[in-house]
């Protein structure tokens, strides 16, 4: 279920060492720079496009509107790029499919993705987990040692703003396991819908914890423009309220300018849709 590592994560790069925070516990630290060739930014592009709407059901979804294909996808799928929640929609859109790309060509998991096209309002947020990744061999056969991780996402991409996010995303992800079994049958409903069964099979192997075990593992990122990454305010973070604190993965990812990279990547998606 797990592709090779995108040419789109070239630029993400992992500074070593870390960071640590207030309680002694390890923060991974990465750098993304934006990509320089145009195919590889094309790449990306079509990645959201895709996580949003497949190339294929494009042009049966606008027929009756009256809109070309980019402007379909701007219009009723990708959130705004100015005006109400749009720009903060995109920006907490943008570091959850990051993060996901993180979990899954990083740390090896496979990460269902279809929510994004299940919005009904594309300048909406998506409750429950943000993340969720999947590691196992075999859906009819459990194991143990199978994981599912959980991951809360809070960005940051513009220059200007205040609090720490990696706080907010630690404090949230204490929430997760409460949410984690709607997440869960939400993710399974959607692939239904697509007419994925091994990923429906995937998804009900850990829909039971107490009778078929596995290991349950948690995360908490923060996605930041380089002008506020803040590496002392980082540092003060702390876990010790998180009722998982000895599981919990913390995560820092910061870049240049990462909310014009958004945009640019969603401009991009619908005018080479």
């Known amino acids: 279920m797990i592709s090779g590592r995108p040419a789109y994560l070239g630029g993400l790069v992992k500074q070593v060492p870390g960071l640590a925070s207030a309680d002694g516990d390890a923060i991974e630290v990465w750098a993304i720079a934006v990509p320089e060739d145009a195919a590889v930014l094309s790449s990306w592009a079509a990645q959201f496009?895709?996580?949003?709407?497949?190339?294929?059901?494009?042009?049966?979804?606008?027929?009756?509107?009256?809109?070309?294909?980019?402007?379909?996808?701007?219009?009723?799928?990708?959130?705004?790029?100015?005006?109400?929640?749009?720009?903060?929609?995109?920006?907490?859109?943008?570091?959850?499919?990051?993060?996901?790309?993180?979990?899954?060509?990083?740390?090896?998991?496979?990460?269902?993705?279809?929510?994004?096209?299940?919005?009904?309002?594309?300048?909406?947020?998506?409750?429950?987990?943000?993340?969720?990744?999947?590691?196992?061999?075999?859906?009819?056969?459990?194991?143990?040692?199978?994981?599912?991780?959980?991951?809360?996402?809070?960005?940051?991409?513009?220059?200007?703003?205040?609090?720490n996010r990696l706080q907010d995303a630690i404090k949230d992800s204490g929430l997760d396991y409460t949410r984690l079994g709607y997440t869960l049958n939400k993710a399974k409903r959607l692939l239904r819908t697509r007419g994925n069964p091994r990923g429906m099979k995937g998804?009900?192997?850990?829909?039971?914890?107490?009778?078929?075990?596995?290991?349950?593992?948690?995360?908490?990122?923060?996605?930041?423009?380089?002008?506020?990454?803040?590496?002392?305010?980082?540092?003060?973070?702390?876990?010790?309220?998180?009722?998982?604190?000895?599981?919990?993965?913390l995560l820092v990812i910061h870049g240049d300018d990462l909310m014009r990279l958004t945009h640019a990547l969603y401009r991009r998606a619908a005018d080479e849709a």
């Open 49 to 163: 496009r895709q996580t949003y709407c497949l190339d294929e059901e494009i042009d049966e979804l606008r027929d009756g509107t009256g809109l070309s294909r980019r402007d379909y996808l701007l219009q009723f799928v990708f959130p705004a790029e100015n005006g109400g929640t749009g720009p903060a929609t995109r920006s907490g859109d943008f570091a959850e499919l990051l993060i996901s790309d993180y979990v899954e060509h990083i740390l090896g998991f496979w990460v269902p993705r279809w929510k994004y096209a299940d919005k009904t309002n594309p300048n909406e947020s998506i409750k429950g987990v943000d993340v969720v990744g999947f590691l196992l061999n075999d859906p009819t056969q459990p194991q143990p040692s199978d994981q599912l991780i959980a991951f809360e996402v809070k960005a940051r991409l513009t220059p200007t703003g205040n609090g």
């Open 203 to 249: 998804v009900a192997r850990f829909q039971n914890k107490a009778d078929r075990p596995f290991e349950l593992l948690f995360g908490a990122a923060a996605v930041l423009n380089d002008a506020i990454y803040n590496t002392d305010m980082i540092q003060a973070s702390t876990a010790a309220g998180h009722p998982y604190q000895s599981d919990l993965q």
